[in-house]
């Protein structure tokens, strides 16, 4: 079973339209961790996130924002004014704690395309 | 944070050759992870690597394809042998900072394309 889904392959908007990107988790841990990566054109990772377990406040940094619900396994992503160079392909990830490590299961992205 | 460089930033490679991919870590780690991004797929684990250890493979990845060496705290190499253009893929070198704040760090990645 996939530990993290992400059911939008890929979503087209117009600049300054909002969009909701989705992540459902699954986990049988305690202790997790959950992460929002960009990935531009250019093909390197960007951290853009992270939430632990034990913390369902929601987050906002400038038109970004994070959607934290334990209740639905899910751990949503909403860009507010979307703009063109938000375009790029964006993975939700899951840690789980191993013994020395930190073990990361990636979803399979979601590719946002802003246009103008 | 690390900075994380890999060569080549990419390649294109006959099918049957092996390939090398250096990864190199602005500081020094206890492991090193490799991961496969096959084109418009997610990220992944190939393998942990431990630096004077043998390195763990995930599932589907097997020592004799995925050559994987750990000389020192900040370097790794991953070879890719006898590829088959199904190999055509990212390859993308990772560190961790673990505690209470893990994050994963990424090199640019190697864009390898099989003929």
């Known amino acids: 079973a996939q530990k993290v889904t992400q059911a939008q392959t890929e979503i087209s908007v117009v600049e300054k339209e909002d969009v909701t990107l989705d992540c459902v988790y699954e986990t049988r841990d305690t202790t997790y961790y959950l992460f929002w990566y960009k990935q531009p054109p250019s093909g390197e990772l960007v951290f853009l996130i992270r939430?632990?377990?034990?913390?369902?406040q929601n987050e906002i940094s400038g038109r970004y924002s994070w959607n934290f619900q334990k209740s639905t396994s899910s751990f949503n992503f909403t860009i507010t004014a979307s703009q063109v160079v938000d375009s790029a392909v964006y993975f939700c990830a899951l840690s789980e704690g191993r013994y020395n490590f930190n073990k990361f299961y990636f979803g399979s992205g979601t590719k946002l395309n802003v246009k103008p | 944070s690390a900075v994380i460089s890999q060569k080549p930033s990419r390649d294109i490679c006959q099918r049957g050759t092996s390939l090398t991919i250096q990864c190199q870590v602005d500081s020094q780690v206890t492991m090193m992870f490799w991961y496969r991004q096959q084109p418009g797929q997610s990220l992944t684990l190939i393998a942990t690597a431990n630096q004077g250890s043998e390195a763990t493979y995930e599932s589907g990845f097997v020592i004799d394809k995925f050559p994987i060496s750990r000389p020192n705290l900040t370097f790794s190499t991953l070879t890719v042998s006898n590829m088959s253009p199904e190999d055509s893929s990212i390859y993308l070198c990772?560190?961790?900072?673990?505690?209470?704040?893990?994050?994963?760090?990424f090199g640019q990645g190697t864009r390898l394309t099989v003929v």
């Open positions: 939430r632990n377990s034990f913390d369902e």
């Open positions: 990772s560190v961790e900072r673990g505690g209470l704040s893990p994050e994963a760090f």
